[in-house]
């Protein structure tokens, strides 16, 4: 059998730091409630000159030196990103010549929070299928510029980052056993960017609207968020005769720790198995997990036969799960 193993991760964070008391200068919020609300402490923010596709290299190029493969080596990359560098072409497209990467086809997958679950799960079947053997898999996002900063309910919440992983087709029982992905669109306004593109174009009224802005109900979100993150997280193990107990690492899509906590205890994972760095970076959107991930990574914690579950909700609305064994 055939498997998309990840035989590399790799993430970059922005070293500018915005921290919650910085936010308390020119906003009518505080620590307290950010910390209490979110378990947010700070977020990192891109500096003018990076765009997300610099993010992604360098996530990237971590990632292919851990896995010891070579750019042209690769045959495809996918990126998980709503906050490209363009609104087309892709920007796994411009991570494909930053690198080098000159025999891969490149696209972006446009799936929110989810985006880097949507991508692996893509990268994976392919791979499974026999037509990749080495893909490059991206979750990055530069979401602070689509951020209202006037706007305290969402502005508070996000960050930038980027993360990757390398997948190859390896004989055997490690690498990805399985992934659900989910989508309900009935409700997208409860969380989305309006403009600018065919829908609501480039106005000054659309501009005066905010039209340009992300927006978000975010109590209704939660609500849906945990209980679709739980769901997913108990499809995948049940998909794969597993229960909570088999698991070594849950690593789930970091929007706010309350609903990482509701999604951890449902799924009898409430304990340090679950990964928990929002408190550093806030909610960076599609790279949220390949950022932890590699964290996890290179700190050790991590060994050979591992079961990982990967969890995510974000816009569209969209959500999605992964099991894999390390
Ligand atoms: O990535 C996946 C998608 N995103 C998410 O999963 C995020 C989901 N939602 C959330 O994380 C939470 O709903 C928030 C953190 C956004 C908000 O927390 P909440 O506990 O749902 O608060 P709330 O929206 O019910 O607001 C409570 C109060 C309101 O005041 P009133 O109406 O009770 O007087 C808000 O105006 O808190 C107020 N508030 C703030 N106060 C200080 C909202 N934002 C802030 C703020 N600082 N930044």
């Avoid at 087709?169 to 399985?178: D, F, P, R, T, Y």
Wanted: aromatic share 8%; hydrophobic share 45%.
């Amino acid at each position: 059998m055939i498997r998309a193993r990840i035989t590399g991760t790799g993430s970059y964070l922005p070293e500018k730091v915005l921290t919650n008391f910085d936010i308390e200068k020119f906003l009518d919020t505080s620590d307290e409630w950010i910390r209490t609300r979110t378990g947010i402490s700070e977020r990192r923010i891109a500096a003018d000159d990076e765009n997300t596709s610099d993010l992604a290299t360098k996530a990237s190029e971590r990632a292919l030196e851990m896995a010891g493969v070579r750019p042209e080596e690769l045959d495809l990359i996918v990126m998980g990103t709503i906050t490209g560098d363009y609104p087309w072409p892709a920007t796994a497209c411009v991570v494909q010549v930053n690198l080098g990467a000159v025999n891969s086809g490149a696209y972006d997958v446009s799936a929110a929070c989810s985006g880097f679950i949507y991508a692996l799960s893509a990268a994976a079947d392919r791979i499974q299928a026999g037509n990749a053997k080495k893909i490059l898999v991206i979750g990055a996002e530069i979401l602070t510029r689509i951020c209202d900063w006037k706007d305290r309910n969402t502005c508070i919440l996000f960050g930038d980052g980027a993360g990757a992983v390398v997948l190859e087709a390896v004989e055997g029982e490690n690498g990805v056993l399985s992934t659900h992905l989910h989508a309900d669109g009935s409700q997208l306004e409860l969380l989305y960017q309006p403009g600018f593109s065919t829908k609501i174009v480039l106005s000054v009224e659309a501009i005066e609207r905010k039209e340009q802005y992300l927006k978000m109900e975010g109590n209704e979100v939660f609500k849906v968020a945990v209980r679709s993150m739980t769901e997913a997280g108990k499809e995948a193990l049940a998909a794969n005769n597993m229960t909570s107990a088999d698991v070594s690492l849950f690593v789930p899509h970091q929007a706010n720790l309350r609903i990482l906590e509701a999604v951890a205890k449902r799924l009898k994972l409430m304990d340090e198995r679950t990964y928990i760095n929002v408190d550093r970076f806030g909610n960076t959107s599609g790279a949220t997990i390949p950022i932890a991930l590699d964290e996890a990574n290179r700190a050790g914690r991590i060994k050979e036969g591992d079961i990982l579950l990967f969890d995510a909700f974000g816009g569209g609305f969209t959500w999605a799960s992964a099991l894999v064994r390390w």
